[in-house]
Structures are given as C-alpha cells and as structure tokens.
T-cell receptor, first 111, second 115 residues
Framework: DAKTTQPPSMDCAEGRAANLPCNHS???????VYWYRQIHSQGPQYIIH???NNETNEMASLIITEDRKSSTLILPHATLRDTAVYYC????????????FGTGTSLTVIP | GAVVSQHPSRVICKSGTSVKIECRSL??????MFWYRQFPKQSLMLMAT?????????EQGVEKDKFLINHASLTLSTLTVTSAHPEDSSFYIC???????????FGSGTRLTVV
C-alpha cells in the first residue's frame, strides 16, 4: 500500500475550519484514501474515505486532488473535542489488507 | 453500527506472568482481525493478522511465541502476552475489517502495564 506524509502537528482555533493535508504521491489507481482519528488512549475512529471524488459526511469533508497525489481533510467547525491525532491511510478495498498507520497529524483545537 | 469490543481496558501484571486480551465482534462476523501495539507518543504498529481457523500471520520482528494469537470463532480473537516484561507495557488495539465501506472498526484498546 502507498505511503502517506502528513505534518506532525497543527493548531486550529475553536469554531474555525481545520484543514489537514496529506500527501500520497505513490497512490495506485485502486487505492482509496481513508482518514481516521485517535483521541488520547482510545482506539482509532473512522472519519471518511474516498477514491476520486470529494466526499462529505456529518463529520468532515474530504478533498482529493485531480491527480490523487494529495488530499485534505476538512473539519468545518472545529471543537475542543476534535483535538486528536489524525491519520491518513491509503489502501485497496481488499478486506484482507491491513491498515498501516503513518505518524499522523496531532491537531490541537485552541479555545 | 458494527462494534468491536475489547477487554480488559486496563491491566497490570507482574513480570513473568501472562496476560490475555480479548477482542469480540459484537454484531458481525470477522474472519480476520488485526492486532496493533502503540507505545507512548508513537503511531500504531501492526503486530499480526489473526485468521479464523488458521494460524496468525506476524509482522517482521514480532515474536510469535511471545504474542500468542487465537481466533477460534468468527467473533472472537485473543492476544496472549506470555512471560510479560516491563518493555511489553504498551497500548494494544484490535480491529476488524468491515465489508460495508471496506474500512476497519477498532476496539477501544487495552493499556498493559508490566511491573
């Protein structure tokens, strides 16, 4: 599975949009982009995933560039509870394939 | 939604003893489960893939005789840390793939402290 590169940390003011970037320049055509987050001492939580098109759900939006070499996770109105480590992962949809986690981005939402 | 239940959430054990961690899929069947380990301020590291009815597959560098994995049913996988040492103290997390969105659901994790 392709590797990803994320900034190690980011800050965001409460109520503002948090934009978390991810580079995945070696992504293959059949690999999806997944985003998970991990709040301290908890298991990772699914946020969103996509293949080519931009996606939106109740938690976030995912913007994938046309060449699919990078993506951005957008939390439209960050709250203090969004403080967590955010992981961008690319993999195929083969359910036997493991998730390999990179270092992620530690997002701190500031009051 | 699909839930993976992991127990215990915290355990403290003495050096040399063994500890078993359970991971159950509550409302779906999981022929495959994955076990991760996470040290403080580090990312999740995949330890092994647990397969129902067959032997687990271990990642390079993970001692299979120390971390025993059993996946005896479609809803239960267990990880046993044998002859635990303080360096085995870590956060252990299980997960299972979901066919619905081709992603994973994760357990809440087990904080193991070996004293």
């Amino acid at each position: 599975d392709a590797k990803t590169t994320q900034p190690p940390s980011m800050d965001c003011a409460e109520g503002r949009a948090a934009n978390l970037p991810c580079n995945h320049s070696t992504i293959s055509g059949n690999e999806y982009v997944y985003w998970y987050r991990q709040i301290h001492s908890q298991g990772p939580q699914y946020i969103i995933h996509g293949l080519k098109n931009n996606e939106t759900n109740e938690m976030a939006s995912l913007i994938i560039t046309e060449d699919r070499k990078s993506s951005t996770l957008i939390l439209p109105h960050a709250t203090l509870r969004d403080t967590a480590v955010y992981y961008c992962i690319v993999r195929t949809t083969n359910t036997g394939n493991q998730f390999y986690f990179g270092t992620g981005t530690s997002l701190t939402v500031i009051p | 939604g699909a839930v993976v239940s992991q127990h215990p959430s915290r355990v403290i054990c003495k050096s040399g003893t063994s500890v078993k961690i359970e991971c159950r899929s509550l409302d779906f069947q999981a022929t495959t489960m994955f076990w991760y380990r996470q040290f403080p301020k580090q990312s999740l590291m995949l330890m092994a893939t647990s397969n129902e009815g067959s032997k687990a597959t271990y990642e390079q560098g993970v001692e299979k005789d120390k971390f025993l994995i059993n996946h005896a049913s479609l809803t239960l996988s267990t990880l046993t840390v044998t002859s635990a040492h303080p360096e085995d103290s870590s956060f252990y997390i299980c997960s299972a793939p979901l066919a619905t969105f081709y992603g994973y659901t994760f357990g809440s994790g087990t904080r193991l402290t070996v004293v």
